[in-house]
Nanobody
């Protein structure tokens, strides 16, 4: 069982930056692929980014490519989402997710564990 706790959400102005963190429990963090998803009110959960267990491979959703960066520190059992040049349409609850295998995935159904979410609000 893996427990995930997100932090770093808040209010930011359009064009600004924010860094989200997700701390994971357990001793096998490096064997999990990790992902970030988001969900805005009235919308479906959307894939944001994912990173392989070792951190060498990453993938991004089209709406954030070139603006957001996912990274991980396996020594700290933590995955990050650096959000730059944010837009009002980035406003959502952001969720961290863990996948029990090392390979990347985009679908929410491919992830086994989820955090409680952190709210990000971008003002125009």
């Amino acid at each position: 069982q893996v427990q995930l706790v997100e932090s770093g959400g808040g209010l930011v102005q359009a064009g600004g930056s924010l860094r989200l963190s997700c701390a994971a429990s357990g001793r096998t963090f490096s064997t999990y692929a990790m992902g970030w998803f988001r969900q805005a009110p009235g919308k479906e959960r959307e894939f944001v980014a994912a990173i392989s267990g070792g951190g060498a491979s990453t993938i991004y959703g089209d709406s954030v490519k070139g603006r957001f960066t996912i990274s991980r520190d396996n020594a700290k059992n933590t995955v990050y989402l650096q959000m730059d040049s944010v837009k009002p349409e980035d406003t959502a609850v952001y969720y961290c997710a863990a996948r029990r295998i090392i390979l990347l995935a985009r679908m929410a159904s491919s992830f086994d564990y989820w955090g409680q979410g952190t709210q990000v609000t971008v003002s125009s």
